[in-house]
């Protein structure tokens, strides 16, 4: 009975600790309590409307985090995705509205400039040396001006529109009573691909070096700043491709549109288990805090309780979360 104890300690123990240990078990956990509750609570909670209408919001702050995820696990973090957000739709129905391009060209045009933002905040963080707190923060300021500037503070009309552009980004099918939008299976394969990249390809192992060690990682040869600088294009480009997404499906093209993203996005990624201070991230977790916070404001709202305190729980969840990462980290040191 003691050699089957002690065999049970050294084989069972580990494994255990190896996984209380993965940065994605915690939000997992988190996630399957937060529906188990909301479906006792109020068994409308999961019926195909709901869960439709839950799967709908999901892709658009899902791809800016996304893009946040590889940013912030080279050590960076990015203050201007709402205001990419909203600028860039504009921009495309504005040159559509003005007879100037059509919505494919709008489209094309939209992104590069979402892409120029992103390399201006890579530009001036990696070759200025100025942190990315106050850069990003100012282009927020720059981009948002810019797009109230263009529309005077009014909407963009979006509803004459006829392209299969949009049924590309947001065509909506039926899989039995669900309701699926093309923008979920957009998520779905970026989630796939930028997964593979920070996980399975050489250039992930830049960008955790790049987050993790510096100084380090330029020892042994790899960019880091033209690494970042990409990253910084990549999260701009995922921003504004969100936000021409949400403006086709809602139909509306608000210069306003994003405002308090870049902090409910940066909670996403980071209740996921992604490292503020860079060296590691996990897309597989990002989508996971994603789930948790858009279970969160639909389940609240479903049990009666004010979409007002909304932000309550999320920094309710964010300490909660911070606190269970610091205590697992801290107590499965090896030796410990």
């Not at 912030?72 to 003005?98: K, R």
């Not at 991230?281 to 969160?296: A, D, N």
């Not at 009666?304 to 205590?327: D, Q």
């Amino acid at each position: 009975m003691s050699s089957i104890s002690l065999r049970q300690k050294g084989v069972f123990r580990p494994d255990a600790r190896r996984i209380i240990s993965i940065p994605e078990f915690g939000p997992l956990i988190l996630l399957l309590a937060e529906i188990i509750i909301f479906s006792v609570m109020e068994p409308r909670f999961y019926s195909s409307g709901n869960i439709s209408n839950m799967l709908a919001f999901i892709p658009e702050l899902g791809m800016i985090a996304l893009g946040m995820t590889m940013l912030m696990t080279s050590g960076e973090f990015d203050l201007s995705v709402g205001a990419v957000f909203g600028i860039t739709p504009i921009v495309m129905w504005t040159l559509l509205n003005e007879g100037a391009a059509s919505l494919e060209v709008g489209f094309v045009v939209a992104m590069v400039i979402a892409a120029l933002i992103g390399f201006a905040n890579g530009w001036f963080v990696t070759r200025l040396k100025i942190t990315s707190f106050l850069v990003t923060l100012g282009m927020q300021f720059v981009v948002r001006g810019s797009a109230l500037y263009i529309t005077d503070g009014f909407p963009q009309r979006t509803w004459n529109a006829e392209s299969r552009l949009m049924n590309i980004i947001v065509g909506d099918f039926h899989i039995s009573e669900f309701r699926i939008f093309a923008s979920l299976l957009w998520f779905i394969a970026f989630a796939i691909l930028l997964n593979y990249v920070l996980t399975q390809a050489k250039v992930g192992n830049w960008i955790q070096a790049a987050g993790g060690n510096p100084s380090s990682a330029r020892a042994r040869g790899v960019p880091v700043g033209r690494t970042k600088v990409w990253l910084f294009v990549l999260t701009a480009v995922m921003s504004g491709y969100a936000g021409i997404t949400s403006s086709i499906r809602v139909s509306a093209a608000n210069p306003n549109s994003g405002a308090g993203y870049e902090l409910e996005v940066i909670a996403m990624v980071v209740i996921g288990g992604t490292l503020l201070s860079g060296g590691r991230g996990t897309i597989i977790g990002t989508v996971l805090g994603v789930l948790i916070l858009r279970v969160m404001r639909n389940g609240i709202v479903f049990i009666g309780v004010p979409g007002l305190a909304y932000n309550i729980f999320i920094g309710a969840i964010i300490l909660i979360m911070m606190s269970v990462h610091s205590l697992v980290e801290r107590n499965l040191q090896p030796g410990e």
